[in-house]
């Protein structure tokens, strides 16, 4: 049964679920948000398929990602982000709210094993994962904090060549602000 998920209760071994054929190839990754009832599953051959459980049956709500081998939950009793590793190497944040990637990045290689989410000293979560002979840690601990707030909405972000990490930022009240990417911080602004 290719692309099926079965669930047995531990106590007498009873067939408690049984999704049939949900993907064309084996599952590669599996994570159930049980607060949403909702299933996401990837397979080698196709994206995530997030599905919705009603009536007891998987209905398919969206997809995202391709080839996907590793899906990890920040949390496993009440997920809220979801991180993926895809066999090229594509290692992405998803909310689970949105289903929509928060963070990408593009390793040199396929991930070495499973990563894993780890709580670092302050307490935020942290990314745990190896590729050929390096392992990375990675803080998120900005990916929700603003790096500045302005008075009208960013219209455009373009990171200038050659120059050591400088954004222009042009907003929907014609201002433009030129970002530092290293400091954190605004180095002009014009109207």
């Given at each position: 049964?290719k692309?099926?998920?079965?669930?047995?209760?531990?106590?007498?071994?009873?067939?408690?679920?049984?999704f049939?054929?949900?993907h064309?190839?084996?599952i590669t990754a599996m994570?159930?948000?049980?607060d949403t009832d909702t299933?996401?599953?990837?397979?080698?051959d196709s994206?995530?398929t997030?599905w919705r459980i009603a009536?007891?049956?998987?209905?398919?709500f969206?997809?995202f990602?391709?080839?996907?081998?590793h899906?990890?939950?920040?949390?496993?009793?009440?997920?809220?982000?979801l991180?993926?590793?895809?066999?090229?190497g594509?290692?992405?944040l998803?909310?689970?709210?949105?289903f929509?990637p928060l963070?990408?990045?593009?390793l040199?290689?396929p991930?070495?094993?499973r990563?894993?989410?780890m709580?670092?000293?302050d307490?935020?979560?942290?990314?745990?994962?190896?590729?050929?002979t390096?392992v990375?840690?990675?803080?998120?601990q900005?990916l929700?904090e603003?790096?500045c707030?302005c008075?009208?909405?960013?219209?455009?972000l373009?990171a200038l060549?050659?120059s050591?990490?400088?954004i222009?930022a042009?907003?929907a009240?014609?201002s433009v602000?030129?970002?530092?990417?290293h400091?954190?911080?605004?180095?002009?602004?014009?109207?």
């Amino acid at each position: 049964m290719k692309g099926s998920i079965f669930s047995f209760a531990a106590g007498d071994g009873t067939c408690r679920l049984a999704f049939r054929d949900l993907h064309m190839s084996p599952i590669t990754a599996m994570v159930y948000v049980p607060d949403t009832d909702t299933l996401v599953t990837a397979s080698a051959d196709s994206a995530c398929t997030v599905w919705r459980i009603a009536g007891g049956q998987p209905h398919r709500f969206c997809t995202f990602g391709k080839s996907i081998i590793h899906m990890v939950p920040d949390n496993v009793a009440c997920p809220s982000l979801l991180l993926t590793a895809a066999l090229d190497g594509t290692v992405s944040l998803v909310s689970l709210d949105s289903f929509q990637p928060l963070h990408r990045m593009r390793l040199p290689g396929p991930l070495g094993g499973r990563p894993s989410f780890m709580a670092g000293p302050d307490g935020r979560p942290r990314i745990l994962l190896h590729v050929g002979t390096e392992v990375k840690l990675f803080s998120l601990q900005h990916l929700y904090e603003p790096w500045c707030r302005c008075n009208a909405a960013c219209t455009a972000l373009t990171a200038l060549p050659g120059s050591g990490g400088l954004i222009l930022a042009e907003f929907a009240d014609s201002s433009v602000r030129l970002l530092d990417a290293h400091s954190q911080e605004v180095r002009g602004s014009w109207r």
